[in-house]
């Protein structure tokens, strides 16, 4: 520090000694390849560190000293030096770096390779892109920036999980999700609970960059998982060079978003009747001197947020750290939910010798979370809402001195069955999850030679979670009218050992040669101790130590994995690579006999641009194909006994049975692709189309009890997913103040079910079954299906209309929607002009459905906005009636729609819940400003920027629900479920938010 | 430089051996895979209890015991509608927490053998039996044969066949409990919750559910003779096989589902929730335990079932409709009813019948008078009314007095096989077997008087009566599609198909 600090100022020193003698150079830059002007290019004096850029025509203009250099440089150019002669005009030419398109990316295992000579499809996201989308979690801010993901998030409250899926869905139950690795090593990203998934642990702000690894050849070194890709977070890491400092706050105001609608016409009863026991609202209408409650917007508040974050790097040559630190403390539009997070990374890398270099690298979570009402294992929780009768004040809940406030109760009840606001619940029973988490990865890399590189990575994701729900004494249950508490302390382990050997040779001049062997070993274990306890005692005492009852139970799953594997790489010149890698697996979760199998890729590329002696244009096309494996979740080749508590003890076979007969899954995947460059680079085009097949799927569903157990791991059958991906990478328009680059991702996934095991032909997940319809998956359908019931139609689709007037409901449920988006637009756009910077990101979504069971919900309890608009309104159906010859007239016989007509025939309906849905959605939209250099350093900081932002602040969608963004179950649903993407069952709409935020750097 | 070199390398080994775990640990450290017999038998029999509960829970409302307070209200026991479920409980308690812990493969019958405990196998040979014989009689065909033997779409065996298998399995339970080894684990009270391992009991249970059996078909197989052999045989030894729960428990486990608290023991069946507190006695109900209504006198035995309400009211509702019906006293509510909860079979404490004496007199009066033995019909018939009239605590001044009332058949010419249903369906009141009674006489007026078709039982079943529940929507229909389209059972009015002893049955008029 006092060392740049002096030569600054013998820098400072000199050049106004000398400033006397100057000239005025000018000139004009052009690049070698196109010939056309370098706009934006940096001309510096070497001796004084004065520098300018060129404007739009290439041309500039300095002041320097004859005897002195000028350092021309450009983004991709080869930088040009030119001593200050007696000419006055300098022209130069600068020619493009060798490795244009010579990004390196991280692939699996960490292998970074030149996207050059990359054989299969990955797609970059820069921590900075990830940033200005202002998601606390980052799978959110993926959401449109990646071809092929299909990101859908649980709602809109603290500690909701969002899933993301690469290239379709794989599986019908567990996890669908791709592998999660940061820095090298597996991290958690389970959900559990329903409770966040867990790497949105990981603070965006220590986030250099995101490699989306979506086939299967690309994450084929993974071998087990990979068949759902990878996705590899590298965080960054120090540079050497002075010490920078750099701090930011943002703040946020985060609303509701987009939500159902109710109706305000009739009060609590049922079938048309008043009646205050009823909590359905199909009574009487209003009288005019009843209050309507608008419940929706009482409930719902306005959340504030603060997150600030700070980060040092430095370091020398042989020593660079990066330390960071940041503290989140987020409110939510959902009254009493907050989230609390602590996070801190530490990683230096260090030159031991020539040959050997260590990076060491320690990251503490702590992200404590206080979420809404509990019970949202099968859905969102807020149908408790959209159905409570708006007669009540949502608001009033609780007596003065804190005991519930029943809405309704009868005279001889206690209040085990009383009907109370769920603002009791939300305010009263919180669900807590704290968990505190710590990474620690080290990494040793050893240069035996010039051709040969030895690494040793080992690192460990802990995390220690507590789970806990409270049902405090006078809540309305059955069961838990005098409290129950319920909690589980879980500490889990990733531990991932991996060795790599990397040689490199050049033979023949022309032909590269790579190798790397390696050996994997990946071992997780957990043990939770959980209790419940019953009764209490002393009811503002949540504790055990107050409650009647008390039970605790333990489980303790471990698994050990280990393979080894090659990746063998032939390259000629830059224009052909061919690559081969194996890996072979053993697990311990399948059975003796099946416990290792083997995962091939092969994979090519040819640049055939190379054939052609041009640099204005690029073009590269790419092959691959792949077969890995996976093995089965932890436990399921045998049967274990539980211990019940009935009357006289002992123990009972355990619902999930042990299934020795389990086999690994395999995928297969093919993918073609191309990279495309024009423009000098300003315009960049990557498409790929893969096929891929998932055999053998191991699910884990309910299955016939005439087998002996509810639940059981199989292989239950296979399925395909095809689909295109396109990313789209332009630079419009750049010149010296103004700068407009575009990215535009494109993809599109079709599946389906081809082979069920036995007779399965419909099957339907066990956490979305509802009463409208169910997310299931039926053979020879799209895997991501809606299974209900229909209106007898005639051949040609008319409903067919009984000689009452009504319309005829089919029961044989069938398949009547498809959750998958047909197409998905994520466009987003960056702006710079001088010091501003404008980025926005648009989502467009097209087709695919929702099942609406939050509507169907209010529908059946008489809240819903239709049933205001068509309740004993008289109506004719649209629909055909059977003649006695047989044939159909059309139906003309007026009925009223009347509490019977919608609960015997409307809401039983399947097909009046299914929406096929567009959306055109503005994801973010971030604008931010930086003070001018000059000004900066004048308050005594070398960068200070400020932004305004907001999140989510408008979505156009034709849905008749809220937000159309849903996912009833979340990821892998506790492990039991497939994705219930575009399932809506009660699900808590994305919020609206805006943000400010400051930035400093020293 | 060397020294690096080489502490890189032994870093490397002595790390990569370190990071060896084996790979066999694919077992759960905390749980068991088997325990001895005697830890296996208090489950099942609980479990029994739970089971026998799924099956009258939907089962009480069909034989009109009870409707729902609000009427039109539940699709299952208000309209008959069991196509929107998601789960059938019964189809699970049978298959898995009954049949499973003692048949299945982690089963109890399996450590039996290898202990060489014959008592356990005899034991749970009848117990299953007793779950078979009560599941099929709600769900008709179903497996048999192939069960639990690791198919997922096994052949449904006609109820016939299952019947046939559960008189085998009677056969051979019986027959272990004959000869019990002599190194057999023993049967102490703690493990056997019904007879305290008194063979003799079990055997003469055996011999009951052999005779409940009978009865199903007696009438279309000619069987009356046979029928009255057994039930002679099983009322000589008989102990009421009750599942008695503690007095007082703070544990939910440890209550009868039919009990105030309306236990719910960790299992998501969102249908089977007990729903005493939101409904109401049938009409038909109240008229059996009415004497004389303009004078408020009343069966003896209607505040042991019941307890009186708040208004001290005595109405019946009509099945279906609650407090919809029209013809209720303009403001009625449900305090004009008598409550059913906090009763003889409905509190926390009572214990859970799995059969009991009367039904056996019952069975016995019935084939007697089938087989026109009236005086026999109508001494077991009153010895089957009297030993309710004890159960229930009634006072012996009152019992004589009920004994002699209009209630009751004085003699042989006034005895119809309605004053026997009627009273079978007393005594066994809340137990589905009465519904199975109810189909065998085809819902008719002259077993049952009081009878009439449900308002609000959908329109599109054309005036048919239930007759069955739906097999388990979540699984069957799923796994099982073939044999589920060969039954017809994926039709929206698949529970009107009367099962097997129903279709056949004579008695229907």
Known sequence: ?1002 | MRTIQRFFILFLVVTITVSCNKLDLNYNPVQPVTVPTSMRLPGIQANMAYSLYSQARFASYHSYYLTTRAGQSNAQTDTWNYNSITRMGAWRWHYFDVGSNIAGPAGMLLRAAEEGSNNYTGVGKILLALSYLTATDVFGDMPYEQTYSGSFNPLYDPQEKIYEGIEKLLDEGIDELSKINANAASMPATADLIYAGDYAKWRSFATAIRARLKLHTANFTNGYTELITTVNDAIAGFSDAMFHYPEQSSSSWEKNLWGPTRPNPEWPFADIRQDLVNSLPTDVFMKALTIDAANNIFDPRLLKLTRPGQNNKYLGAKMSEGLRDVNLPTGTTYQDFVRLDSAFWTRDNSPYPYMIKEELYFIKAEALFHSSDKDGALTAYRQGIEHNLRRLGIEDGVIINYMGSTKVAQSIDQLTIAHIMMQKWIALYLQAETWVDMRRYGYGTHAYPDLYYPRFALGEWGGRYIQRFVYDPQTEYIYNPKEIARLGAAARDWVFTPVWWAANSQLKN
């Open chain 1, 1 to 1002: 520090m006092k060392r740049t600090l002096l030569m600054f100022l013998v820098m400072f020193f000199a050049a106004s000694v000398l400033h006397a003698q100057s000239v005025t150079i000018k000139g004009k830059v052009t690049s070698t390849i196109d010939g056309f002007p370098i706009v934006g290019a940096s001309v510096q004096v070497v001796e004084s560190g004065v520098g300018t850029s060129t404007d739009s025509l290439g041309r500039y203009e300095i002041k320097a000293n004859k005897g002195q250099t000028l350092r021309f440089s450009a983004v991709d150019m080869i930088p040009a030096t030119k001593v200050v002669g007696d000419a006055l005009e300098i022209d130069v030419t600068l020619d493009a770096t060798n490795q244009d398109l010579g990004e390196v990316v991280v692939t699996a295992l960490g292998i970074e390779r030149n996207k050059k000579n990359l054989t299969y499809s990955v797609q970059n996201v820069s921590g900075e892109d990830l940033r200005k989308s202002n998601q606390g979690n980052l799978i959110n801010a993926l959401q449109g920036q990646v071809a092929g993901a299909q990101i859908s998030s649980s709602g809109g409250s603290p500690g909701l999980p969002s899933e993301i899926i690469l290239r379709g869905s794989s599986t019908l139950t567990g996890d669908n999700q791709p592998l999660m690795i940061v820095d090298g090593i597996r991290v958690n990203n389970s959900s559990s609970n329903f409770t966040v998934n867990r790497v949105a642990d990981i603070n965006p702000e220590d986030i250099e960059d995101i490699t989306i690894l979506k086939g299967a050849a690309a994450a084929a070194l993974y071998g087990i998982d990979a068949a759902s890709g990878a996705i590899i977070i590298t965080t960054k890491k120090g540079k050497a060079g002075t010490i920078k400092i750099n701090g930011g706050y943002k703040t946020f105001i985060e609303t509701m978003g987009r939500l159902p609608e109710q109706q305000a016409i009739y009060t609590t009863g049922t079938g048309g009747i008043y009646d205050e026991a009823s909590g359905s609202s199909w009574g009487r209408k209003f009288r005019y001197d009843e209050p309507i409650y608008d419940n929706l917007a009482r409930f719902f508040e306005t959340g504030i947020t603060h997150d600030v974050n700070m980060n040092v790097t430095g370091g020398t040559d042989k020593l660079q750290y990066y330390v960071s630190g940041g503290y989140r403390k987020a409110g939510s539009m959902v009254p009493n939910t907050d989230q609390d997070k602590i996070s801190l990374l530490m990683k230096a890398t260090a030159k031991l010798s020539e040959k050997i270099s260590l990076t060491l690298s320690t990251n503490y979570v702590k992200n404590n979370i206080q979420e809404g009402l509990g019970g949202a294992s099968a859905g969102g929780w807020i149908n408790s809402i959209l159905t409570y009768p708006r007669r009540y004040d949502i608001l009033s809940y609780e007596r003065p001195n804190g005991e519930p406030l029943y809405a309704y109760k009868e005279e001889e009840d206690d209040g085990r069955n009383a009907r109370i606001s769920p603002m009791w619940g939300v305010m009263r029973n919180p669900r807590n999850n704290n968990v505190e988490r710590f990474i620690v990865n080290g990494n040793i890399d050893y240069k035996v030679a010039s051709w040969m590189t030895l690494s040793y990575r080992l690192g460990q994701d802990y995390t220690m979670s507590k789970y806990r729900t409270v049902i405090t004494p006078g809540t309305p249950s059955a069961d838990y009218f005098t409290g129950f508490l319920s909690e589980s302390n879980t500490a889990s382990k990733y531990v991932t050992s991996i060795f790599n050997a990397t040689l490199q040779k050049k033979v023949l001049n022309d032909f590269n040669l790579s190798l790397v062997a390696g050996f994997n070993s990946d071992y997780y274990e957990a043990q939770t101790i959980g209790y419940t306890a019953e009764k209490f005692l002393v009811p503002d005492i949540p504790s055990p130590n107050v409650t009647e009852t008390n039970r605790i139970t333990e489980s303790q799953p471990r698994r050990q994995r280990y393979a080894v594997y090659g990746d063998f790489r032939v390259e000629y010149k830059n224009m052909i690579a061919l690559a081969v890698t194996g890996r072979n697996d053993w697990s311990s979760t399948l059975p003796v006999n099946s416990r290792q199998f083997y995962s091939p890729s092969y994979s090519g590329s040819f640049t055939f641009s190379e054939l052609f002696d041009t640099r204005r244009w690029y073009g590269k096309a790419r092959v691959s194909y792949a077969k890995v494996g996976k093995d089965a979740p932890i436990y399921r080749t045998n049967t274990n006994l539980n211990i019940v508590q009935t009357v006289g003890g002992g123990f009972v076979v355990n619902a999930t049975g042990g299934n020795p007969d389990l086999k690994p899954e395999r995928t297969e995947e093919f993918e073609v692709g191309t990279e495309l460059s024009f423009l000098n680079r300003r315009l960049n085009i990557d498409v790929a189309y893969y096929r891929r097949k998932s055999i053998d799927m191991i699910m884990t569903p309910r299955v016939p009890l005439p087998s002996g157990y509810v639940i059981m791991t199989f292989n239950a059958g296979s399925l395909w997913n095809r689909g295109i991906e396109a990313s789209v990478n332009a630079i419009p328009v750049k010149t010296k103040d103004f700068t407009w680059s575009t990215t535009v991702n494109a993809w599109k996934n079709t599946s389906r079910m081809m082979e069920f095991a036995g007779d399965i032909v419909t099957f339907k997940y066990t956490n979305a079954q509802l009463n409208g319809g169910s997310a299931a998956t039926t053979l020879g359908d799209p895997v991501l299906g809606i299974v209900g019931t229909d209106y007898r139609r005639t051949e040609e689709g008319y409903v067919i209309v009984d000689a009452n007037g009504y319309p005829i409901i089919d029961g044989i449920e069938r398949n009547i929607g498809n959750r998958e988006p047909k197409f998905n637009i994520g466009f987003l756009n960056r702006f710079t002009y001088k010091n501003l910077s404008l980025a926005f990101l648009w989502d467009f979504r097209f087709g695919g459905d929702i099942l609406n069971a939050s509507r169907q919900r209010m529908m059946s309890v008489g809240t819903a906005y239709d049933i205001g608009e068509w309740r004993d309104k008289e109506f004719v159906f649209n629909g055909v009636v059977a003649q006695e010859d047989g044939s159909y007239a059309r139906n003309t016989k007026p009925v009223v729609l009347d509490y019977t007509y919608f609960a015997t025939n409307y809401y039983q309906v399947g097909t009046n819940f299914v929406e096929t849905i567009n959306w055109s959605r503005l994801r973010f939209v971030t604008l931010g400003y930086s003070l001018p250099k000059k000004w900066a350093s004048r308050i005594g900081v070398s960068n200070l920027g400020i932004e305004i932002s907001a999140q989510n602040p408008f979505v156009i969608t034709n849905y008749s629900g809220g937000d159309p963004e849903v996912n009833s179950a979340g990821p892998n649903a506790g492990g039991s479920g497939a994705s219930t993407m575009g399932v809506d069952n009660g699900a808590i709409p994305l919020p609206r938010s805006f943000s400010f935020g400051l930035n400093i750097s020293l």
